[in-house]
């Protein structure tokens, strides 16, 4: 009598082979990426606390002239700065882990506030930058790719090289120059009574297209969308410059595999085997960049702020530094270091649920 014997899958793309662990290597992955986050983290914040105190004296260089020697000494007390350096640092780094950036020394402002509330306008400053630099960068790139050494692909990539050289600010500038006369807004993130009447929302989320959705009066939800357009288009035709020369040249890469050239012997339009065959593929690279691009538009902001007095991170960086305030200036820098290491993470996990053949 036959007796049926039961086959073992075998190791393939939906079958991974195992591990002596037992975890899947999209397990294994993630773990990794998680370890290397940690002494990444670590060895960012300390290289700010470094920074910071090889300036020189905090207290002095903000505070200097203005309060007695005895004065200068007491807020050296408060704010632990006269403590053994190793000392100061295990406070700061136990302080980091409570969630405590510390106090401004110019205005006595709990850096955590400024987190709060100026943050969510970085935030929201990148999330339209973003949206700019794909709506920009992503179809271009298509195009460029499509139409490979014709006109359409020589003005696209000199296109793409002005974005991306163009000082931020200059560009800033450019714009408001050529929409203020127009009337279009080109500072702040809001008019005036639409940030009086903004502040009365609750909660307040501190991001100004939330808070007036919450209102819900469609004039507010207009005028803050016309506020962030030019300091969203000036910052992110960075990115978008960027974005367009990757899709256009993974695109031109895709195109020339066995898979595309299948595809055009089966008789598959030209159109289709782009959309439909390359495009995805071609956008693995573009999300890895992704997360490299998010401190290029933190550090854009810094400059888009100041020119557009959007006040982000950026702005009040850009005037914690006029003041020599610098505790306050740690304490920013730390949060945009740590936003900058945790979107790696996030990028890496995200490209491997993308593109499979990153988890082996």
């Known amino acids: 009598m036959a007796t049926t014997q039961a086959l073992a899958p075998t190791a393939g793309p939906d079958h991974p082979p195992p591990t002596r662990t037992g975890l899947s290597p999209l397990a294994r992955y993630l773990l990794v990426r998680l370890g290397l986050l940690v002494p990444m983290i670590w060895l960012l914040v300390t290289m700010v606390f470094v920074l910071m105190r090889v300036i020189g004296d905090p207290i002095q260089a903000a505070l200097g002239g203005r309060l007695s020697p005895a004065q200068i000494a007491e807020r050296k007390a408060e704010a632990g700065l006269d403590r053994p350096i190793l000392r100061q640092y295990w406070e700061y780094l136990t302080g980091l882990l409570r969630g405590d ?100 929302v609750e909660p307040q989320t501190h991001i100004m297209i939330l808070d007036a959705i919450l209102w819900g009066e469609p004039a507010l939800i207009w005028d803050v969308l016309q506020h962030a357009m030019l300091p969203a ?63 290029l538009l933190l550090g854009g902001a810094i400059l888009t702020e100041t020119t557009f007095e959007w006040k982000g991170l950026g702005y009040q960086l850009s005037q914690y530094l006029i003041r020599r305030d610098f505790l306050a200036v740690q304490g920013i820098v730390t949060v945009i270091a740590l936003i900058v290491g945790v979107m790696s993470f996030l990028i890496d996990v995200i490209v491997a649920f993308v593109d499979p053949r990153v988890r082996f």
């Open 101 to 200: 950036f510390g106090v401004t020394l110019t205005d006595n402002r709990e850096v955590s506030d400024i987190l709060v509330v100026n943050g969510a306008a970085t935030l929201e400053l990148a999330f339209w930058s973003l949206l700019v630099a794909f709506a920009v960068g992503i179809p271009l790139g298509r195009i460029a790719a499509r139409y490979r050494d014709q006109l359409p692909d020589v003005l696209l990539r000199l296109f793409a090289i002005l974005v991306y050289a163009a000082p931020v600010f200059f560009v800033g500038l450019l714009l408001k120059l050529a929409f203020t006369p127009f009337g279009w807004p080109s500072s702040g993130r809001a008019s005036i009574s639409t940030e009086l009447t903004l502040q009365q």
């Open 233 to 295: 288009i000036a910052l992110g035709l960075l990115t978008g410059g960027i974005f367009l020369r990757l899709v256009r040249v993974n695109l031109l890469q895709t195109l020339r595999m066995d898979y595309v050239t299948a595809a055009r012997a089966r008789g598959v339009s030209e159109r289709r085997v782009l959309s439909k065959h390359a495009f995805r593929n071609a956008l693995v690279p573009v999300v890895t960049v992704m997360g490299l691009q998010i401190a």
